[in-house]
C-alpha cells in the first residue's frame, strides 16, 4: 500500500513541480519576465519594504565606520588631515545623512536604488581621490582598502538590487584604474596588488549580492503561491459546503420518505412486520451510505490538488523560511481531512478495508495523547503498554475510531463521579479451550486490548 501511494504522490507532485520550475526571469537583472512579469512590480513594492529598515542602520553604521577613519587621517597623514576631512564630514556625511533622511519620504520608494547607487559610487570615488592624494604625500597606497569597506555595504548591508550595485562597483573600478595609472602613476607592482585585492571583493560581493537577491524572489515568488493556493482553498470550502447542503437536504428528503414508509407499513399484519422494518433499515443505511460516499469522493477531489500543492510548496521551502509553518497547518489540515475521507468510504463500503501490519502501542498512545485535552479534571488516564508485543494485521483507522469510541464510552461512565482511565496492551496466549463459540481462530499468541474504568 504505502508504495502504491509513493508512486501516486511522485506522479501527482511531479507534474506539479514541473509548473513551477517554469518561474521566469531575467539571467542578468534577475527581474521577472515572461508571465511572471506582472509580479515585478508588486515585487520592488515588498522588497522596498524589507529593505528600508536595515537599509537606515546600513546607512548610520556608514556614518560611524567612515567617521572612525577620520582619526586614522589624523595619525597618518596629519598634513592632509584638513582636506581628508572636508571629504569626509563635508562631503559624504552630509550625503548619507540626506539619504537617511529621504528615505523617510513617500517619494524615495521609487527613487531608492538609483540613489543607493549614487551614494555607492560617491564614496567610492572620496576613497580613490584620498587614495590618490596619499600616494603623492608618499604614501604606501593604503587608503583604497576603503573600498573593500563600500563594497561589502554597497552589495549587502545597504540592500541594492543586483543590477545597481554591480554598475556601481565596476565604475569605481574604472575610476581607480584611471586614477592609478593616469593620474597617480602607481608603481606596476602596487597596481597589481591593489587590483588583486578589490576586484576580487568586487566580484564576490557581485556573486554574493545576486544569490541574495535571487533568494528573496524566491521567497516573494513562493508566498505569491501560497496565497493563491490559499484563495484555492477558501474556494474549495465555499464549493464542499454548498455540495454538503445540497447532499444534507437529500438525505432529510430520503429520512422523510422512509419515514413515510415505516408509518405506512406499521398497518400490515404482525408477521411481516419484522422483515420490513429490516429491509427499510437497509434502505436506509444504503441511502445514507450512498450519500456519504458521494460526499467523500467529491470531498477527496477537491483535496488532490491541495495535498498536492502544499507539498511541492513544502520541498521548496527552507526551514528558517517564514511561511512554512503557515504551509505546515494546511498541509496537516488537509491530511486529517484525508483521513476523515476514508473513514467515510469505509462506512458506505466503498473502499476495502487496509489491513496491513501495525504497532497497536502507537495507535494506543495516539488516541490517549487525542482524547486527554478532553476529558475533564477529576478523570485520571493511565497506559500499561507492552512494549513487546510486536505488530498485529489491522486497519489503523479502524483500530484508532474502536479505541477512541471504547475511552469515550468510559468517559461517559465517570463523567459525574470522576475515576481512572486505565488502558492496558499485553501478550497473551491461549489454547483451543478458550475459543468455544469461534472456530476460526487458532490457538497461540495474541496481544490483548483492554479498557477499564
Known sequence: MENRKSIFRGTVFGSLAISQSHWQFNR????????????EKAFQDDYFKQSVFPMRWALLLSCILFGIFAIL??????????????????????????????SFSPAFKRVMQPVLSATMLIGGLSI????????KQGGNYTYYVGLLLIFSLGYTFVRLRFIYATIAGWAIVVFYEVAA??????????????????????????????????SVRKDFYMRVLLEKEQE??????SKLEIRVEERTRQLSRANRDLKKEIKIRKGHEEE???????????????????LAGGIAHDFNNILTPILGYTEMVLEELSDESPIR?????????????????????????????DKKPI???????????????????????????????????????????????????AQHAMMDIGGILTVSLEKEKVGSRQFNGYPKMLKGTYVKLSVAD
Open 28 to 39: 542578468l537583472s534577475l527581474s521577472f519576465s515572461g508571465d511572471d512579469r506582472q509580479y
Open 73 to 102: 587621517d589624523a595619525l597618518m597623514l596629519p598634513e592632509l588631515k584638513t582636506f581628508f576631512w572636508f571629504i569626509r564630514f563635508g562631503i559624504v556625511y552630509p550625503l548619507l545623512i540626506g539619504v537617511f533622511i529621504l
Open 128 to 135: 580613490i581621490v584620498m587614495t590618490i592624494f596619499e600616494s
Open 181 to 214: 595609472i593616469w593620474i597617480s602613476n602607481t608603481p606596476f607592482e602596487i597596481l597589481i596588488s591593489n587590483n588583486f585585492f578589490f576586484i576580487s571583493a568586487n566580484l564576490i560581493g557581485m556573486v554574493v549580492c545576486y544569490h541574495i537577491e535571487k
Open 232 to 237: 484555492n482553498v477558501r474556494a474549495a470550502n
Open 272 to 290: 411481516k412486520a419484522e422483515l420490513q422494518g429490516q429491509l427499510i433499515q437497509l434502505q436506509k443505511m444504503e441511502t445514507i451510505g450512498t
Open 325 to 353: 509553518d503557515d504551509m505546515e497547518q494546511i498541509n496537516g489540515a488537509a491530511v486529517r481531512a484525508k483521513d476523515l475521507v476514508q473513514q467515510i468510504l469505509t462506512f458506505s463500503r466503498q473502499v476495502e478495508l
Open 359 to 409: 504497532r497497536l502501542d502507537h495507535v494506543v498512545e495516539e488516541v490517549l495523547q487525542l482524547i486527554k485535552a478532553s476529558f475533564p479534571s477529576n478523570i485520571d488516564i493511565r497506559q500499561l503498554l507492552d512494549r513487546n508485543c510486536g505488530y498485529v494485521l489491522a486497519d489503523s483507522t479502524q483500530m484508532h475510531q474502536i479505541i477512541m469510541n471504547l475511552c469515550t464510552n
